[in-house]
């Protein structure tokens, strides 16, 4: 194997497990830049694989290939479903939001588990789907001398779909009205409320937002990767979206980068066989060290970051 070929086949792994990171902490992102704290992307990331999965096996004879789109929408539209819970919750009653999403996190694997277990005969996961998102060429870009077949030969669509909307949710957040208004009930929400900005309003859209991206994350995960739906489909992956949005600094840019690197750490026991060196390494190591990187990230970025200043802080209006 060449060397074109071992990058072509690191950077396609890499964006595939990096694709479900992306949206999810792209959707933390926009939760926490309106001031509620989201711990529960874990939780909307299995609602969304779970719901995904469920419609996939159940449209594809009907559908066809257009199945898996229609599944990842579905996938976000249940995610942002669910993540209503942890808005209502933390905006209208004023919850803690670390709590909040904890039971979210809590709920959403016995919940769909135990729904799977129901629609399948009591088996604890679904069976197959027939077909995911797969990679492929694209046409045109691939012909690039060199990068062409290094960047876009069997790659990921779903991927640079990814990093694209991670693009304009800066675009958003950064250069439009309702970003800069968001932004602002994150840092000050009683200054926005004397604006004539609707506090709750915006930051019932951020929890929304991000239960969308949430559950699109969890699908793309469900219909590129595990390819089926079982309680180890969604193993961590919210918390290192978390993390990525955390090391990004809550940009959209900064989160996506994040995500990228989390993924080619997630793919590691993959590629390792493909890296000089590291191809005698016992594949244990390359398991773990998806989440060793997590917490390492987190010991060191958590308290140098700095996230928005009325984050986790309920709002009550004079």
Known sequence: MNLTTILMTIFSTTLVYSAPLIFTALGGTFSERSGVVNVGLEGMMIVGAFCST????????????????????????????????????????????????????????????????????????????????????????????????????????????AIIIAVICWYVLYRTSFGLRLRSVGENPAAADTLGINVSRYRYLGVLISGFLGGLGGAVMAQSITLNFSVSTISGQGFMALAAMIFGNWNPLGAMGAAIFFGLAQSLPIIGAYIPGLNHVNSVWFQVAPYLITIIVLAIFFGKSVGPAADGKNYIKN
């Open 54 to 161: 469920i419609f996939t096996l159940n449209w594809t004879s009907k559908l066809g290939a257009e199945t898996v789109w229609i599944a990842l929408l579905i996938g976000g539209m249940s995610g942002c479903l669910f993540s209503l819970l942890h808005a209502v919750a933390t905006i209208t009653f004023r919850a803690d939001h670390i709590i909040s999403g904890t039971v979210l996190n809590m709920i959403a694997p016995a919940l769909c588990v135990f729904l799977t277990r129901i629609l399948y005969g009591g088996k604890g996961q679904t069976p197959i789907i027939s077909q995911g998102l797969g990679t492929m060429t694209i046409a045109g870009l691939a012909k690039i001398p060199i990068l062409g077949k290094i960047f876009f030969t069997q790659t990921s669509l779903i991927a640079w779909l």
